[in-house]
């Protein structure tokens, strides 16, 4: 795939970009390991202020960056603008929190025949991050906030359709004041992936993306016996139960299917209904669907915009060809419209079967699935019935069906009442084949520090002695 610019309203290739060569990458990786013996020494307090200073370039720039992401993939720009908003915020919750999130956690000395023993979290080296196209901000930052705040640095692979994106970023943190070689972006394709990830300096790597690409990754990183985190999307439940509102759950179905062209791993796809309340929400949520305007991404009153790609606008137009083709129903939307461009209108399909792709796949686009069920039971199951485990939406007035969906649902992140989303404060990620590891919270700062034991003795010459050899 070319690095470039392209307008996803008109398919025009704004801007071209050449590869890194090898002997750049060399030096990129070689400043990440300089950057990280400097950054390592330096006090966390000093890192988080340069993390604030961050945070204020955010916000100051929010408006132009903003352009740049809705120009490179489609997202209307007020989507962009808040996008912006939230990693500021992020940044400044990683600079207040971090020096109590890295502090030395006291242990109870006297049970391991210390006179001190804590546990300290330290810093790992250069951590390769490869970060899709679809919050090309957003999820670049979530991991470059903790993950430097720690003192390790960063190697940015971004997605190759937003290179303009990824080349803001390259620059972000060393103006906020970080050493050299402590972010870097690599304008780099895919291929050069294994090459960055097993040279001896770098240490670990993160990757948001497809299953395919987290298997690659995975294999890779383990004959190197590298530590990865991996988010691999999913096909998140949106259950609806008899005592939800079901005015309020189809308002919020909408914006959980649709909220970034439809273009979101956490997006609400498979909408899993009871019986008793199926008809009720699927009129109001069908209604609200249709109503969407669909238009410039640059216009305040568009909700939808174009898709990304084109090879990601045919891959949804055939998956639902493919539902229709076997039997499905298509309630609103569902047809490719004849115009420039990658666009996808709202849609809604039901009567989704076992064999149908659109019953075990992940759809990146505004596309959803009505499933019908008859109990709390069947709910549980055709929510779980998936490979994927990253979300789950569930819609209950009653408070023993809301603790039982909290633990039935094989998910990272349950959302009882609300849509699923992402908070600095709560840790995030999947499991199945939607990957392992957290982003996020105390335990995303954590995830690439040495989680290291210290033990102190009084000394003299019977000291590490000890019954508990390993």
Known sequence: MPIATTDPTTGEVLRTYDEMPPDRIDAAIA????????????????????????????????????????????????????????????????????????????????????????????????????????????????????????????????????????????????????????????????????????????????????EPAGRSIAAIAGRELKKTVLELGGSDPFVVMPSADPDRAAEVATTARCQNNGQSCIAAKRFVVHTDVFDAFTERFVARMAALRVGD???????????????????????????????????????VPDRPGWWYPPTVVTGLTPGMRMWGEEVFGPVAGLYRVSSYDEAVEVANGTSFGLGANAWTSDPEEQERFATDLDAGNVFVNGMTTSYPELPFGGVKNSGYGRELSTLGMREFCNVKTVWVGAGGPSAGAGAHAE
């Open 297 to 335: 991404p640059m216009d305040e009153r568009t909700d939808v915009g174009p898709l990304a790609s084109e090879r990601g606008r045919d891959e949804v137009a055939a998956q639902v060809r493919d539902a229709v083709e076997r039997g499905a129903r298509v309630l609103c939307g569902g047809e």
């Open 31 to 210: 400043a990440a390991d300089r950057g990280f013996a400097a950054l390592r020494r330096t006090p966390v307090a000093q890192r988080a202020r340069w993390l604030t200073a961050a945070a204020d370039l955010l916000d100051a720039e929010r408006d132009d960056i903003a352009r740049v992401m809705t120009t490179e993939m489609g997202k209307t720009y007020k989507a962009a603008r808040a996008e912006a908003a939230k990693c500021a915020a992020a940044c400044r919750f990683y600079a207040d929190n971090a020096e109590r999130f890295l502090a030395d956690e006291p242990a109870d000395a006297a049970a391991v025949g210390a006179t001190r023993a804590v546990v300290r979290y330290q810093p790992i080296g250069p951590v390769l991050a490869v970060m899709p196209w679809n919050f090309p901000l957003w999820q670049v930052i979530r991991f470059a906030a903790p993950a430097l705040t720690a003192g390790n640095t960063g190697l940015l692979k971004h997605a190759s359709n937003v290179p303009q994106t990824a080349l803001w970023l390259g620059e972000l943190f060393g103006r906020a004041g970080f050493p050299e070689g402590a972010f870097t972006t690599l304008l780099v394709g895919s291929s050069a992936v294994e090459r960055i990830l097993t040279d001896p300096r770098v240490r670990a790597a993160t990757l948001t993306g497809s």
